[in-house]
């Protein structure tokens, strides 16, 4: 039988022999039935490498794949992927080629995730969604480099249902603000995350070089796929930069750096943590949160969601309507004035069909000043107006 138990409780031996020549073994962790499924893929596949019909593995496209990112992407998005790829992808789908992964081993590396994620007390569905996203990324890579015949189709993710952000009200946003007055570094800091609605991360890293405080906006270079965008700023954001950069006497071109270390700051958890409570606030708040609020306010003031999207740098518009969500009861007031509209103009139809002398209606609005026509002979010549209230 060619699988067998190891040495520790779900760890199994995967011996297969191809012909009389090529014998491989591995070391699968999982249940039973899991190795079983693993063993007969790999052995498919191992088939037909040995016909020539598969030869470039993904362990062997992995190490290009990695280069690439580091060159063309952000460098917090390497480290997630390296991590990502030589602990989880590699040694489970290493030895398979893209075109010889089936839908069966797939879902067999998903139940294999998802009970190593639980046994950690950790929600699985979306890392391994994120897993599966990078598998995809890196099928489309080896397409493009033509090692294999097409990418992945249909690579079917878990049900996943993004949680919508909770967004702080007007009051609670200002009395936090308000609370931060005192300390310039920081007050400064939560208005870069709330009034023009940047990253944490693009914040850590942001230099006074891309402030152009005589042009009022901020270049942001540090953002996801290190894509560049520029963000106005108000004058309050304006004044809390040119009044911290007043009281700095160092060199450093970071405009937040770690006042312990003087590189870019890793968390502020503990500075919000102690406005808050200087606000009297009592609901927890993030940095992301304020970036949330940002979004969510601009929204509830009218402005249009193309404009939001290019100022939290969104590639997709999906990602900046999930706001819409947020700003629910908004929207619905909208429609509700749409509706008093419609119901005023109905008030007044029925008020002009009702006159003995119809009003003539322009625009939809009644026209006051219009003259009624003159009586036809044998008519009354006193004729009656109604009232209208507008």
């Known amino acids: 039988m060619s699988v067998r138990l190891y040495k520790q409780p779900n760890k199994w031996w995967i011996d297969i022999t191809i012909g009389r ?60 992927k390296h991590r990502i790829i030589l602990k989880h992808i590699i040694p489970f789908f290493g030895n398979f080629t893209f075109e010889l992964l089936s839908p069966k081993i797939i879902d067999s590396y998903k139940l294999k ?31 493009e480099r033509g090692y294999t015949s097409e990418p992945l189709k249909n690579l ?13 009200d007007i009051d609670t946003a200002l009395k936090f603000l308000n609370a931060a007055k005192e300390e310039p570094f920081y007050y400064a800091l939560f208005l870069c995350l ?8 693009e914040v850590f890293h942001l230099q006074w070089s891309d402030i152009f405080f005589e042009h009022n906006f901020i270049r942001v270079l540090k953002a996801k796929m290190n894509k560049e965008r520029f963000i106005p700023m108000s004058k ?43 606000a009297g606030i009592e609901r927890k708040i993030s940095p992301h949160q304020l970036r949330h609020t940002f979004a969510t306010h601009l929204l509830e003031q009218g402005i249009d969601i193309r404009a939001i999207q290019a100022l939290l740098g969104h590639e997709q518009i999906t990602t900046t309507q999930i706001y819409t969500k947020v700003a629910l009861p908004v929207l619905q007031h909208a429609i509700q004035a749409l509706e008093a509209l419609a119901g005023s103009q109905h008030v007044v139809n029925d008020v002009v069909t009702n006159l003995d002398n119809p009003l003539k209606i322009q625009s939809g609005r009644v026209d006051l000043n219009h003259r009624p026509p003159a009586p036809k002979a044998g008519a009354l010549t006193s004729l009656r107006y109604a009232p209208i209230t507008i």
Do not use: C
Request: zero cysteines; glycine letters at 2%; charged letters at 30%.
């Open 113 to 143: 995730r998802l009970k190593e994620l639980q046994d950690k007390s950790i929600k699985g569905y979306r890392t391994v969604n994120i897993e599966l996203n990078i598998l995809s990324n890196m099928s489309r890579f080896a397409f």
């Open 236 to 278: 309050q954001l304006k004044d809390a930069l040119l009044n911290l950069k007043s009281l700095r006497a160092d060199v450093n071109p970071l405009v937040f750096p770690s006042p312990q270390t003087g590189k870019p700051l890793t968390d502020i958890r503990r500075a919000i943590r102690r406005i808050t409570r200087k």
């Open 21 to 80: 020549k090529h014998r491989f073994r591995e070391i699968f962790e999982g249940t039973y039935e899991e190795a079983v499924v693993y063993e007969q893929e790999l052995k498919k596949h191992l088939s037909l490498k040995q016909n020539k019909r598969a030869t470039i593995t993904i362990q062997q496209i992995a190490y290009e794949y990695l280069e690439y990112v580091k060159i063309h992407q952000a460098e917090k998005t390497w480290k997630e």
């Open 156 to 168: 079917k993710r878990l049900p996943h249902r993004y949680k919508l952000p909770e967004p702080l």
């Open 194 to 201: 709330y009034h023009a609605g940047m990253r944490k991360n």
